[in-house]
């Protein structure tokens, strides 16, 4: 039921990439009428494609064109050509997520008023009023059929879970509990329940975790309004002497170049190639790139702070059954100083199966001290820690002029380092992770170094004033009014909860302000 | 890959071949397990060579409960024109730091701890970090491995595992 449209069609709102923020961009405008052309560099996989075995469907779905790395953090040392682990493919990263779906705190919209003054940090307050977001909140979790909101029951705990929940409770954390999830509890929304199968992060072969790839994308194709191109990588958006944007090139599977024309173009190729595409659409007129005459494209990088911890007992776990994020703690998540760091962490349960935790554990680890972790696989539990970083300047993506992609592109940078708060806050979180395990008999601890980034965030980051930013709070570029950010690559700043969520909460509501800024001709 | 050898008896095998440390024994075009359970042809590399390059796999991950079998399979690749004189090179490289430490050969130290002692004066090599990385995926990666470590794979095609202990444990 595709619509195709011209290449020469300029009434269209091109969108480029469909994840969390382009695919629902692309559904919630083709629902309102709006003719959207949505650009996906991978190709298009759905429940009966995806594999579950963890380095086949990584060759799969995972972006692995060329980057590079620098920066203090680890992960350019274990990982030097893959700084994040996210997808190429219709859905995007949506296929890979682990479901979790957490309303930003109050206080996370106001970053700098509630952290004050941080050395070293570029914090910014978003121009955002939590209270604008509550009912777009609430459609994104009915959206996504998120548990624990709505009428929606719990999932059911694992045995991962229902060691981790043990050692909290030992522990005296209160907020503890399978969390809320874009997983089923039950089937809804013409998806099954979960069938406890693992392998969230391989694509869910049940359908029962939401994606775009098989509830946004072809409902918006359905309407006849949204035509989908998979593998049509975006190379550079045109512009006209006016400074508008006209359209976007782009490469399709065979490396044949078209130009699709546009009214106005959305970019949502996440936080590493949406800055890049900027930066690589530089011209006479905006030298420094589209949208940079604040100099922040690209900046601003943000990971989360992360890291995991993952514990030994003197019996069997089997930690990769069921769900892979099967629970969280929450009483760290609050903003407390007293803790010796600004902002707050989850703890979230986590499983890998063995052939990722071989290589995750202890990335460059070897001999007994690695192989013993492995050989009490089966009595392993695992958490994952996930907080609010600091956003600086200096962390950031650039184009690396050395080294092209294979359409001769230069390829993305990323340099990272963490901030003296992200460090303190890491060190805590270990600390609080490894009590947790310890307070039910652990027997060996393992606090394991952050993988390569899957929240990637903040590179295009939203600002009440031009200066300080590259959009402003519906997403639409200071500079460039027909030109809109629709991805985490705006967010301000990244509170300590898992961003799918809100990026799919600001994509509903951009929707709405563009589809009533075309009706009144705006843009 | 590997196979298992169901031609020769454990006293032919031993009879055409030479020790090669404890663990293997190499004759022409082949190493093979000094308990005549398995058997690699080798065309590239040379025999002595492979045997040694398996021995440092297990000594970078050691698992006891893990057979030579699947260990040879993880380096078996190597055995190919292109990586041969690297490979050669390497192990070439390794006997000489044995030597260095007053053993015959790499293979010929007998204590883990020492071969241990001799891949830690190489671990920041080309070589030592290359075979490393390969036996992340080498190893790990072999199906036939997991069930060794408890891990069950896919679950999909059983129907997952709610009704099949996602929530059995029993001690917490």
Redesign the interface.
Known sequence: MAAPFELSDDSVVVIIGTGAGGGVLANELAQKGVSVVSLEAGGRYLPEDYINDEWESFGQLAWLDARTTSGDWRVANDFSGLPAWIVKAVGGTTTHWAGASLRFQDHEWKAATTYGPVQGANLLDWPIDPREMDDYYTKAENKLGVTRTGDRAGLPGNNNYKVFEAGAKALGYEEVSTGRMAINSASNDDRAACQQTGFCFQGCKWGAKWSAAYTDIPRGEATGNLEVRERAHVLKIEHDDSGKVTGVLYADADGNQHLQKARIVCVAGNSIESPRLLLNSASNMFPEGLANSSGQVGRNYMRHMTGSVYAVFDKPVKMWRGTTMAGIIQDEARHDPSRGFVGGYELETLALGLPFMAAFLDPGGWGREFTTALDSYENMAGMWIVGEDMPQETNRITLNHDVKDQYGLPAPNVHFDDHPNDVAMRNHAYKQGMAVYEAVGATRVFPTPPYPSTHNLGTNRMSENSRDGVVNKHGQTHDIANLFISDGSQFTTGAAENPTLTIVALAIRQADFIAAEMGKNNI | MTSRNTKLTRRQLLSRSAAAGAAFVVGAGYVAGSSAAWAMNVEHVQPTTMATLIQMARD????D?VADEFYAAAVKGYDSADAAPMIEAGIAALDAAARGKGYASYIEAGWERDR?DILRGLENSTFFQTI?GGL??G???QKA??PL????????SK????DR?????N??
């Open positions: 970078i991950y050691p698992h409960h241990v490393r992340v995926t190893l790990y990666n491995v997991w470590f408890g891990y069950e794979g896919e679950s999909f129907g997952g595992y709610i202990g996602f929530d059995d444990i001690w917490i």
